[in-house]
């Protein structure tokens, strides 16, 4: 029991030891790190400072704000752009994939356009809306298929008559050609014909694959002409319901918009399609009459030509024109093609300044230059159908595009606050009522001084 504290003493003091040590190297430590500090600002104060004259130096700034303005709104605008061609690419594919039931349904559309007066009258005059529809359709088919029966027909009776004027035609084309002064000789013109049989023959396997695949063109027509046919009768038959369907895939904020812009497209669709066919029909009538006292054979099925053609703004009446002008030149010869090409330009310059201004009026106006282009593009993607539907898309999207504008300016001027404070009209100055003379109270005013706005 006499050597435990002592054991005890010898723990405290080694325990006190190793404190000691330890708070020695913490104050070590700290003397470097002081000692270090110290060095660095020294050798800091040592650095001279700039001169005077030396130019400041800016700290570098954002990178989105080292960018100019300009580039940075031409690339906002050019990532937008690329999706917005890409949707487009998209749609387009999608589109090739499914061409002939999209242009079935547009052909629908378009003889709906035409035959919806009619059911409409018809409607108006009490006849139940399944009756009208079915009147208004069948008249509609029957007439189209009796037009493209009398031209197979009339085509048929006059290829025979046809195909030795000419040839007639082409000898005397060849006579007229040596004759000129141009200078042709007949080398030339053997050349240009073996030139033209060569191409010909080297076709000739393009040719008999093209008349194989008829029979597949053929049942593709046949599925088109039969989905046209339904769409339409389902369309003036239900057209309202169907675009109250169609409304309701729009977000609901841009129901209102797409709502008052949809019965204007539908509006200008069918003045274009009745402008159109009342254009065509008056330029098939005149050319038809001109072509026909001039002796030139087939009048009646060029005629029908000239109508069908009329569909595709300029470009049709151009190659109908040519067409009617060559077969006069091939048939008849160089002046009666010359008096052709004067008669188709005379009825087409009425048509372009006097008709289609009157007829089609302001709702369908597109600039020349808008149907030019748009056709030209319609044609490279899509063919003849593309050519035809692409100036009334480019007059339904107008309309569109102009009515939405319009629309949305009017909706951000109604979500403006209310003007604060009084108005013109309330601080107008207001007259006094005059005094009543019958009454014995009344009392003359000076200048109505004493009156009171709650007087009045």
Do not use: C
């Not at 066919?277 to 005149?286: E, G, P, Q, R, S």
């Not at 089609?360 to 593009?377: D, E, F, K, Q």
């Amino acid at each position: 029991m006499e050597r435990v504290p002592g054991w005890l003493g010898r723990v405290g003091a080694g325990i006190s030891r190793v404190g000691e040590r330890l708070d020695e190297r913490r104050a070590e430590a700290e003397r470097a790190v002081s000692e270090k500090t110290a060095t660095e600002e020294a050798a800091h104060e040592q650095v001279p400072p700039p001169p005077a004259y030396a130019p400041a130096v800016s700290a570098r700034p954002e990178p989105a704000v080292a960018v100019p303005w300009g580039l940075r709104v031409a690339a906002e605008a050019a990532w937008r752009l690329l999706v917005l061609a890409g949707t487009v690419w998209i749609l387009m594919k999608v589109i090739a994939s499914v061409q002939l039931v999209v242009f079935a349904f547009v052909a629908a559309l378009l003889i709906t356009a035409l035959l919806q007066p009619t059911v409409a009258r018809l409607r108006r005059r009490g006849v139940p809306r399944g009756l009208a529809t079915a009147l208004t359709a069948i008249l509609g088919f029957v007439i189209m298929g009796l037009v493209g029966w009398f031209v197979v027909w009339q085509v048929q009776e006059n290829i025979d008559n046809l195909s030795s004027q000419v040839q007639d035609g082409i000898d005397e084309l060849r006579k007229w050609l040596l004759n000129s002064p141009f200078h042709v000789t007949e080398d030339q013109i053997n050349d240009i014909a073996k030139s033209l049989r060569d191409a010909i023959g080297a076709n000739t396997d393009e040719i008999t694959s093209a008349g194989l695949e008829g029979v597949t063109v053929i049942v593709e027509a046949m599925t088109g002409i039969l989905l046209a046919m339904f769409s339409t009768l389902f369309l003036l038959y239900d057209g309202k319901r169907i675009w109250e369907w169609t409304l309701k895939l729009f977000p609901a904020q841009a129901r209102p918009g797409i709502a008052g812009a949809g019965p204007r497209a539908w509006r200008t669709l069918t003045a274009y399609v009745r402008g159109t066919v009342i254009v065509a029909l008056i330029d098939a009538i005149f050319i038809g009459l001109g072509i026909f006292f001039l002796g030139v054979p087939m009048a009646v099925p060029l005629a029908v030509f000239i109508f069908l053609f009329a569909f595709v703004p300029l470009v049709g009446a151009v190659v109908s024109g040519a067409l009617a002008v060559v077969v006069a030149l091939v048939t008849q010869g160089v002046f009666t093609a010359v008096m052709v090409l004067v008669v188709v330009l005379a009825v087409q310059q009425i048509e372009g300044h006097i008709l289609q201004p009157f007829i089609l009026g302001r709702a369908v106006r597109v600039h020349p230059l808008a149907v030019v282009l748009s056709v030209a593009a319609g044609g490279m993607v899509s063919g003849i159908g593309g050519a035809v539907v692409a100036v009334p898309l480019v007059a339904v999207t107008n309309t569109v595009v102009v009515y939405l504008r319009s629309w949305s300016q009017e909706s951000a001027m109604k979500q403006l606050p209310a003007p604060h404070g009084a108005t013109a009209v309330e601080l107008a100055p207001v007259d006094p009522p005059e005094p009543d003379k019958s009454s014995p109270d009344a009392k003359p005013s000076a200048s109505g001084a004493n009156s009171s706005p709650s007087d009045d």
